[in-house]
């Protein structure tokens, strides 16, 4: 922050021969309480180096500091508060606001860098469930954050097309499934074939033998197996791709585990012709000791390859294709072995660039407490869930506003939003109960509350119908505005820390704060009211406007401009 390295640099002459810069950064604090300035240094660390009182210290080295650049300095016991000239400071942040708009915040960080993200990922021949919305929000959301700071986000849906789960499916179609019947309804009947056959194979273990033979003829080329599997696949992707486009979520690829069968061959032989790989008990394995992991098995004794097998292979595709500068994968926190091992296999294999690769985990979506399992029939249509949040968002709006103009447009936008946001606001690695009607709320720290602020501001400055400019001088007296100011000066650096950390919830959190804090000064200043602070209000009412629609769109979610 602008501010807080002017701080840094009035207190580096005077405490060089004892801090470093970064030190000094490290040390300085933000008060809760603004009587107390709106940067504080504590010179504590600093008594047994000057042999003095805290508050002696902090009186010389106040005294011998350049105050010019502030407002006021002023020693409090230990500490050397700091008060920046508040007038100077919001008549900059707001002419750069309303001067780059959208553009506010972008930064050439990623210089264009190739950024491959796995997410969403959900099996063929199955409905997407509420299980696969982590991975989709969470990918798209990291996605657009990354393309705010010139990072190119290529978005790859890693298909879960290919396993022994195929085999299963198979030996339940051709068992006792109905072509008719599932070509009425492909997905839901197949997914019910895939949860007959476990209740079968509970009573006939040989179901599961014959379904692995069934995978490996299918890995071998079956034609009829082939035939099967692609079926399976066109039906789940356009079903899959009706979800997306409620998520208004797009693709740039959909090479699932598949793609890879014939790009694992060159990752198996170079592992064996280093003596990377050994046999053991007829599975070729690597032994991951070393790296305190488990062994890592990369074919079966029986020849079958393993997810393993193809993410190395995926691993050395990606790199080739895209250079990639990082590599994510947003993938549940059980998998977190999983990605430990693939990363240690690809460092035994000589590549540097496997540290840029990512792992980014996150914690479960339960319902009612317990964890929702496909296998045992345990399923949540995440499609269903998105339109009964929009269905009670129609209610909610109608009630609130009857005459609104394209209800029906703005009713997905805050129920999809709701769902959005729910899971985003959470700290990703956080595992949350879902509750429908908690979240499509237009009170509480939700999406709609965001929303609705934003809804509510744009009404206001519609209703001021002039031509916003900055000027040079602003005039806000209200404690409320000095606040506000503050937090949009800070949203470049939100924008870096969520991309830092790989998570949305930074991007959340603050767009609650600034809605808080908007719609308290909403309710304590007339905004439209005519005197000498009306424009300087309205400047300040835009830039919120500018910083909440494009803290959303970060986060995958619209703006309506009424609701």
Same mark, same amino acid.
């Given at each position: 922050?602008?501010v807080?390295?002017?701080v840094v640099?009035?207190?580096y002459?005077?405490?060089s021969?004892?801090? *470093? =810069?970064?030190?000094?950064e490290n040390?300085i604090e933000?008060?809760?309480?603004? $009587?107390h300035?709106d940067?504080?240094? #504590? !010179?504590?660390s600093?008594?047994?180096i000057?042999?003095?009182?805290p508050h002696?210290?902090a009186e010389e080295?106040a005294e ?9 300095v002023q020693v409090v016991?230990?500490?050397?508060n700091?008060?920046?000239?508040r007038?100077d ?6 002419k750069?606001v309303l001067?780059q708009?959208?553009?506010y ?5 990623g ?9 969403s ?5 199955k409905p997407?469930s509420?299980g696969?919305?982590r991975s989709?929000?969470l990918?798209?959301s990291?996605?657009l954050?990354?393309e705010k700071?010139?990072?190119n986000p290529?978005r790859?849906n890693h298909?879960g097309?290919?396993? *022994? =789960?195929?085999?299963?499916?198979i030996?339940?179609?051709q068992?006792?499934?109905? $072509?008719e019947?599932?070509?009425?309804? #492909? !997905?839901n009947?197949?997914?019910k074939l895939?949860v007959?056959f476990?209740?079968?194979a509970e ?6 033998d ?9 890995e071998d080329?079956n ?6 599997w692609t079926?399976?696949k066109?039906e789940?992707i ?14 740039d690829?959909?090479?699932g585990?598949?793609?890879y069968?014939d790009k ?6 170079y592992?064996a012709?280093?003596n ?5 008990r007829?599975a070729?394995?690597v ?9 890592a ?5 029986d020849g079958?390859?393993?997810?393993l097998?193809?993410?190395?292979a995926?691993?050395?595709y990606r790199k080739?294709?895209?250079d990639?500068v990082?590599?994510?994968y947003? !993938?549940?926190?059980e998998q ?8 240690a296999v690809?460092?035994?294999?000589g590549?540097d660039w496997?540290e840029?690769m ?5 914690g479960l979506i339960?319902?009612n407490?317990?964890?929702?399992s496909?296998?045992k029939g345990?399923?949540v249509?995440l499609?269903k869930?998105?339109?009964e949040?929009i ?7 109608k009630a609130k506003n009857p ?5 029906a447009e ?5 129920g999809?939003g709701?769902v959005?946001f729910h899971?985003l606001k ?6 949350f109960d879902?509750?429908l ?13 965001v929303?609705y602020?934003y809804?509510r ?10 031509e916003?400019?900055p000027?040079e001088?602003l005039n806000l007296?209200?404690?409320h505005?000095w606040?506000?100011i503050?937090?949009?000066?800070q949203y470049?650096?939100v ?16 767009v609650i704060?600034l ?5 308290k000064?909403y309710?304590?200043?007339r905004?439209?009211e005519e005197?000498?602070?009306?424009e300087?209000?309205i400047q300040?009412?835009?830039a919120?406007?500018?910083v ?5 769109s970060l ?5 309506p401009e009424?609701?």
């Open positions: 922050m602008l807080k390295k002017q640099e009035t207190l002459p005077v405490l021969e004892h801090l *470093t =810069q970064e030190q000094i040390l933000q008060p809760n309480n603004n $009587e300035g940067y504080a240094f #504590p !010179v504590f600093l008594a047994k000057f042999r003095k009182a002696q210290i080295v011998k500091i350049d105050t010019s650049a502030f407002e006021k016991g230990a500490y050397i700091f008060y920046i000239k007038d400071l919001a008549s900059k942040v707001l750069e001067e708009g959208e553009s915040g972008q930064t050439d960080i210089k264009g860098g190739n950024v491959p993200i796995d997410m990922s959900p099996n063929i021949a997407m509420m696969h919305l989709t929000v990918g798209n990291i996605a954050i990354l700071l010139n990072y290529i790859i298909l097309d290919w396993g *022994t =789960q195929f085999g299963k499916l030996v339940a179609y068992g006792w499934g109905d $072509e019947t599932v070509r009425k309804d #492909p !997905v009947e197949l997914v895939y007959d476990h209740e079968k009573e006939n273990p040989e179901l599961e014959q379904a692995r033979q069934v995978f490996r003829a299918l080329g034609e009829e197996y082939h035939r099967l079926w399976f066109e789940s356009n079903e899959f791709k009706r979800v997306y486009n409620l998520l208004n979520i797009k693709f690829y959909y090479t585990e598949s793609f069968n694992m061959g060159e990752v198996l032989d592992l012709d280093n990377i790989s050994k046999i053991e007829g070729t394995i032994d991951l000791e070393k790296y305190h992991l488990p062994v098995l990369i074919k079966k004794s079958a390859t393993l997810y097998t193809r993410d190395l995926t691993a050395y080739r294709t895209f990639f990082m590599s994510l947003v !993938v549940g926190n977190s072995d999983h990605f430990r091992q693939l990363k690809l460092n035994e294999m590549n496997a840029n990512h792992h980014i985990p996150f339960t319902l407490g317990k964890k929702l496909t296998r345990k399923i249509l499609e869930v998105l339109n949040a269905e009670i968002a129609d209610k909610q709006i005459d609104l103009e394209n209800k703005i009713a997905k936008q805050v999809v709701a959005v899971d959470a700290d990703r690695l956080n595992s879902f509750n009607d908690d979240i499509v709320q237009f009170e509480g720290e939700t999406g709609p509350y929303q602020t809804a501001l744009n009404t206001v400055l519609n209703k001021y119908s002039k916003i400019k000027t001088e007296d209200h404690e505005s606040e506000i503050k937090l949009i000066k470049p650096e924008i870096i820390k969520a991309a830092e950390h790989f998570e949305p919830s930074v991007i959340a959190k603050y704060q809605a808080q804090l908007s719609n000064y309710a304590k200043v905004i439209l005197n000498d602070q009306l300087s209000r300040l009412v835009k919120i406007t500018i909440l629609k494009d803290a959303l986060l995958g979610i619209g703006a009424k609701m």
